[in-house]
């Protein structure tokens, strides 16, 4: 028994190893291969998809760039992969760049980036960059989404009949916080700027789900959360989470006769999904971005840097230079539609700044005095949600 | 239909089951089938509904020679049986249990057939009722029906009074009969000699697989009991009668269930150095008792006093009653008692009462060559004890036992062994342990109960029916009293 | 030995006409998809250290399984039970009180094994108390552990001012089981696991108490009449169980991930009950099956870097390999029966 187990097993291993020839390719020299984790999958509708379609998108630009790419890299989905095993094999396959593209990796792009002292690595979302004793070779990347955030709160805010706005948040950390926060800006300033309303009848609830995405029985459903909110008297649901479950869901009631509509997150073509309850998206271009730091590499002029890049103000959809943007979504009418664009403007030119005091914590404690105006960072580093939001800040 | 079986035989390997049985049962009568269990009744009765194939002889139906492979094809010339335990869907009501295999007919036509042939046998069946809510009496009584309903024309019948009251055995006696008159040809299995006398016209009994009586009515109870058991042992090769000391095992009060009717009222008390048999027809309360003293189950009510010293409810009582120095060997060697796949060496490893961490092979391995030797084992200690033959692993079981064991519980101990091989057993039993040690002991053959032991205890259908002195009965009286016969029976 | 040697051409070739057929399906280059497999698991020193850090949780999992598959017990639970050796060992992690960081690894250790160990025993315990079986009560645990898990991090365990679901802190440094210069295994996880083996090896052979697992195995009534208690044998089997895989969870925790996440038991147990049972409960074959698990799951990984395919296909190939080797178990089984 013990014997014929060996055997047959010593067979099949030795079958395979003859099978197969020890032939890997290597990289030739002037291609530039690139390797991007992505924390979701590539076709999500949303945050991976956008880095995956800049990734192909640098692929076209870029003369002998090439991407390698692995996606669901989430302990969920890959149960006992690592970031720092992950980048060995992108490493070995010849990548000089690596791009994690989820905040969720910090930890194992910082692990990997000091394994791999002649590697680049772009964490986004992180600001390790920021911190001295961090190793040279990480830089950090992020989009200025907060002007996203704003435009969407606003559209949102116009178009809801009952006053009740949800927020389906992913999980709480400073970039949720201050992406949330923008996005009750916006529909704030709506109410007390152009519709001159209480801010007291506004509702802004948020309910956080745990992750960027859905992992059956470990996060709360999206789908659910988006449901309860809509039946519970919230007639648009914007969505900070990577995928589209609130969209498909105000697209269910939509056609059950409901009068609500949706935002999604992310990625230009979420609203493809169900285009007609879908106000518009705010949305990431990460070429810019990319392009940059691909750029430094092949010039031999690389620095830690930590970037947050915001949209291109003359031409927002300007994929070459606009890092945020927002596209209108069919259900946005018309006249929304303009003073969405005067708003824009607004932002652009700076005559409407959202993050200027007064405002105070959901705690009740000062953020900004009368007419202080926040400073980078203490956006970036947004501890708490603001007064007149609901939702847990930790 | 007449049902005739010419010479058939049945070989389970080298184990003869059945040896040239011939009988005829005649359309419209009820032909009775006796034999304690393991007389080849159940065999013949299988081969007939094509659940077993016969090694040799034929079948015949109205003369005419029939090949009963499969279960299918009898029931395709009409032979149906009643299983002691109903073979139904206990989820279904009775109309969709009553419908199975039936004809395809509507709802209303079955509702209609249930209805009719309820009121001609008299039973009382609501159609909507789950059977699953149903006594097996009742669920004998759809079956009975169903099989009717599907126009069969010869009848098995196996035990069919087990488990049912005495209303619905009063409802299904008549409803034989009237069958057997509409021209069915039944055969009534069973080990009941009242019930037969009662239903059966004709009667055949087997023993060890043999066809040893065939009669009419009126039967002679004796013929069939020796028929049955065999014949009355010589008192002469009966051994000395052992001196007894204080009470050591007394049942008090003991309601148990387990085999088919449990144990009931049981009041009993065992004094030291007793030979006692336990004699019943298979399943009558033997096994219960034996097992209550092992501490192997449980009483529902009632105390079990073990050396002076009440035995503890659940799972404790068999390591104290081990503790106490009393041993059990069931009848089923490799089920219950041995380790099919563990040799004999580590057999004695697993019996070291204060053993240490660690194996030691050396040691163990002595015991077992000593064993061996001194039971005569054929085997090596290296041997699992699935290649042992049964009379080696009755030794190995005996070789197994404490020697300072106290009170030996045995179940049928001579159970599949050659006469050779029960006798060195008996022997070793009587003559090696201390004659101050009790041995309790079951066994279906009457002679080995009347050859070795003192006394003797009879049970029927969970009862005690006879607890005596050997000297003071005899062969008949236990025979009849193990069939159920009361002393007013004829 | 002529049937040997067709048992395993066989063998072989059931696996792969299946594989390829299946792979076929899913649109993939066959041979490409094999060889990448392989090389994705030992193309490198780096790679082959990935498949033994699979390896050490795998073994240790399969070494507690052999101890209650021997007791006949399905032992289920044994995710649950890495989950909770994980817990215990961030819990002492956590602990400030201590300095010395060999000491408080050697204590996570310790609470790792006690804290699998106990939520084994639970599983036994509802089934010798409470008569759940131990796969239902096995799952139910599982259960409750990932929920606990999932709490600890999203409560009282979360980095501060963050909830999410993706982990906990990392720890510090110090606290990480070192590796060899260049490989990615903690050297830790090794030794023990060798260690493990080789214990689990003495007391399943040399031991009275492996002896009397495989007697309670076998047969639980026989062995009442031998004075042994299954129930009592049944908890002790769980315990062992129980402290391997909460040991499995101890190294995931400190050497793989260096945080706690949701999901740190990886699977593992679940993939070590396949492989015991593949095994033949046969402990010679577990680090060799065990190694070629990993090197399935670590080698996998390139079919979606480099074919672009689901990476699911591993477990497909994963599931034919077993499904042969059970075919062919099952061939020989019924040739041995006259």
Redesign the interface.
């Known amino acids: 028994m013990r014997g014929k187990f060996t055997g047959m097993f010593a067979v099949l291993v030795a079958a395979v190893a003859l099978l197969l020839s020890p032939a890997q390719s290597q990289a030739s020299a002037d291609n530039f291969i690139f390797g991007l984790l992505m924390v979701g999958p590539a076709n999500d509708h949303g945050w991976s998809q956008a880095h995956f379609e800049a990734g192909k998108e640098i692929e076209k630009n870029i003369p002998g760039s090439k991407m390698i790419y692995i996606d669901k890299v989430n302990p969920a989905d890959r149960p006992g992969v690592t970031i720092p095993f992950l980048v060995d094999d992108l490493v070995s396959k010849g990548a000089k760049l690596i791009i994690g593209n989820s905040d969720d990796m910090t930890d194992g792009i910082r692990e990997a980036a000091m394994l791999h002292p002649d590697i680049k690595f772009i964490h986004i979302s992180g600001d390790d960059a920021l911190n001295p004793d961090a190793p040279e070779n990480l830089s950090n990347l992020m989009g200025k989404m907060e002007y996203g955030q704003m435009m969407a709160g606003f559209a949102a805010a116009m178009t809801t009949q009952t006053g009740k706005i949800g927020y389906l948040g992913p999980l709480i950390n400073d970039e949720t916080k201050r992406l949330a926060v923008s996005c009750f800006l916006g529909a704030r300033y709506v109410w007390t700027e152009v519709l001159k309303k209480d801010p007291a009848t506004l509702t802004f609830k948020i309910t956080w789900i745990g992750f960027w995405f859905n992992i059956p029985g470990v996060t709360s459903d999206p789908t659910q959360v988006a449901k309860n909110f809509f039946d519970s008297g919230y007639d648009v649901v914007i969505s900070g989470i990577d995928t589209t479950e609130a969209l498909i869901v105000a697209d269910q009631k939509k056609r059950e006769g409901a009068d609500v509509t949706a935002i999604p997150y992310d990625y230009e073509g979420a609203c493809e999904t169900a285009p007609d309850a879908c106000l518009g998206v705010p949305y990431f271009n990460w070429y810019p971005g990319y392009s940059h730091f691909i750029n430094s590499i092949k010039n031999n002029n690389w620095k830690k840097e930590w970037l947050w890049l915001g949209p291109d103000w003359k031409d927002m959809s300007n994929t070459r230079k606009s890092s945020i943007s927002f596209k209108n979504g069919k259900a946005l009418s018309g006249d929304v539609q303009a003073k969405l664009a005067v708003f824009a403007k607004g932002l652009g030119d700076e005559s409407i700044s959202l993050f200027t005091g007064p405002l105070n914590f959901q705690d009740k404690s000062v953020f900004l005095k009368e007419g202080e105006t926040a400073t980078e960072m203490q956006i970036w580093n947004m501890p708490q949600l603001l007064e007149g939001m609901e939702g847990a800040s930790e | 239909m007449d049902v005739e079986f010419q010479h058939i035989s049945k070989n389970f390997g080298s184990v003869k089951a059945l040896t040239d049985v011939s009988l005829t049962a005649r359309s419209g009568t009820i032909h009775g089938l006796i034999g304690e269990n393991g007389a080849g009744k159940s065999t013949l009765m299988k081969i007939l509904t094509g659940y077993q194939s016969k090694s040799s002889g034929s079948i015949l139906l109205d003369g005419v020679e029939v090949q009963l492979n499969n279960p299918g094809q009898a029931s395709e010339f009409g032979i149906g049986m009643l299983y002691q335990e109903p073979m139904d869907f206990p989820p279904l009501t009775v109309l969709e249990n009553f419908s199975l295999g039936t004809p395809h007919q509507s709802r209303q036509e079955l509702h209609f057939a249930l209805k009719t042939l309820s009121i001609r046998f008299g039973f009382d069946l609501n159609p909507d009722r789950p059977v699953e809510l149903l006594t097996v009496g009742e669920r004998q009584q759809i079956e009975l029906l169903r099989l009717i309903h599907c126009s069969i024309k010869v009848l098995v019948l196996d035990e069919p009074t087990t488990g049912i009251s005495p209303a619905q055995k009063e409802a299904l006696f008549p409803a034989l009969k009237q069958l057997a008159a509409d021209g069915m040809t039944i055969l009534l299995v069973s080990h009941k000699l009242e019930e037969v006398a009662n239903l059966c016209s004709e009667v055949t009994v087997l023993r060890h697989g043999k066809l040893t009586h065939h009669t009419t009515a009126p039967f002679h109870f004796p013929k069939l009991l020796t028929a049955m058991f065999g014949f009355v042992p010589k008192r002469s090769d009966r051994s000395d009668t052992r001196d007894t000391g204080p009470p050591i095992l007394i049942f008090k009060d003991i309601e148990a269930s387990g085999e088919r009717q449990g144990l009931h009222r049981c009041n009993l008390t065992i004094a030291e150095g007793e030979v006692i048999g336990l004699a019943g027809l298979d399943g009558a309360g033997q096994s219960t008792f034996l097992r209550l003293a092992a501490g192997l189950i449980s009483p529902d009510q009632g105390k079990v006093i073990l050396f002076s010293d009440p035995l503890p409810y659940g799972a404790k009582a068999s390591i104290r009653a081990q503790e106490l120095h009393t041993a059990f060997i069931p009848a089923d060697r490799l089920e219950e008692s041995l380790f099919a796949r563990i040799s004999l060496r580590d057999h004695f490893s697993l019996r070291e009462e204060h053993g240490m961490f660690w194996q030691s092979r050396t040691e163990t391995r002595k015991r077992a060559e000593e064993a061996i030797a001194t039971f005569s084992i054929k085997g090596t200690p290296e041997d699992l004890a699935e290649d042992l033959s049964g009379g080696n692993q009755q030794r190995l079981l005996l070789s197994l036992l404490n020697r300072n064991s106290r009170l030996i519980l045995l179940e049928n101990p001579t159970r599949g062994l050659d006469i050779q091989s029960g006798q060195w057993i008996w022997q070793h039993l009587r003559d090696e342990l201390s004659p101050d040690t009790t041995i309790i002991f079951s066994s279906p053959e009457l002679d080995e109960i009347l050859h070795y032991c003192d006394r003797i205890i009879v049970f029927h259908d969970g009862l005690i029916v006879l607890d005596s002195a050997v000297p003071e009965t005899s062969h008949d009286a236990i025979a009849a009293v193990m069939t159920g016969i009361r002393e007013s029976a004829p | 030995m002529k049937k040997?040697i067709l048992?395993?051409?066989l063998?072989?070739l059931l696996?792969?006409s299946f594989t390829y057929i299946v792979l076929l399906i899913a649109g993939a280059p066959v041979?490409d998809a094999?060889?990448h497999i392989?090389?994705?698991a030992f193309?490198?020193s780096?790679?082959i250290s990935?498949v033994l850090s699979?390896w050490v949780p795998l073994t240790l999992c399969s070494c507690g399984l052999l101890f209650t598959f021997r007791a006949n017990l399905w032992n289920i639970g044994i995710e649950g039970q890495v989950t909770m050796g994980a817990i215990g060992a961030m819990a002492v992690l956590r602990t400030p009180v201590i300095d010395n960081p060999t000491l408080i690894l050697c204590l996570a250790f310790l609470t790792s094994m006690l804290c699998g160990g106990a939520w084994g025993l639970f599983a036994g315990l509802l089934k010798t108390r409470g008569g759940v079986h131990e796969i239902f009560g096995g799952l139910g645990l599982n259960f409750v552990s990932?929920g606990f898990i999932?709490w600890l991090i999203?409560g009282p365990w979360?980095?501060p001012?963050?909830?999410?679901?993706?982990?906990t802190e990392?720890l510090n440094r110090k606290l990480w089981l070192a590796s060899l210069p260049g490989w990615?295994v903690a050297t830790a996880g090794i030794v023990i696991a060798i260690a493990i083996l080789i214990l689990t090896w003495l007391f399943l052979e040399?031991?009275?108490?492996g002896?009397?697992l495989?007697?309670i195995g076998?047969?639980p009534?026989?062995?009442?009449?031998?004075?042994?208690?299954p129930?009592r044998y049944y908890l002790q089997s769980i315990l062992i169980a129980g402290s391997c895989a909460g040991i499995a969870g101890f190294i995931q925790t400190t050497g793989?991930?260096?945080?706690l996440?949701?999901?740190i038991?990886?699977?593992?147990g679940y993939l070590a009950l396949l492989l015991v049972m593949l095994?033949?409960y046969?402990i010679?074959?577990i680090p060799?099956?065990a190694f070629?698990f990993a090197s399935l799951?670590?080698g996998a990984?390139?079919l979606?870097?480099?074919l672009q395919l689901d990476?699911a296909l591993s477990g497909v190939i994963q599931g034919c390999c077993v499904l042969c080797?059970l075919f062919?178990l099952g061939i020989?089984q019924r040739r041995a029966q006259p």
Do not use: T
């Open positions: 040997l048992d395993i051409l063998g072989s696996v792969f041979l094999f060889k392989w090389l994705g193309a490198s780096i790679k990935q699979v990932q999932l999203f979360k980095r001012g963050i909830a999410s679901m993706s982990g990392l990615r040399k031991s009275r108490l002896l009397k495989k007697a076998q047969n009534k026989a062995a009442l009449l031998y004075a042994i208690s129930e793989v991930y260096h945080r996440i949701p999901s038991s990886s699977g593992y095994s033949g046969k010679v074959l060799i099956l070629f799951n670590v990984i390139q979606p870097i480099v990476s080797a062919i020989r």
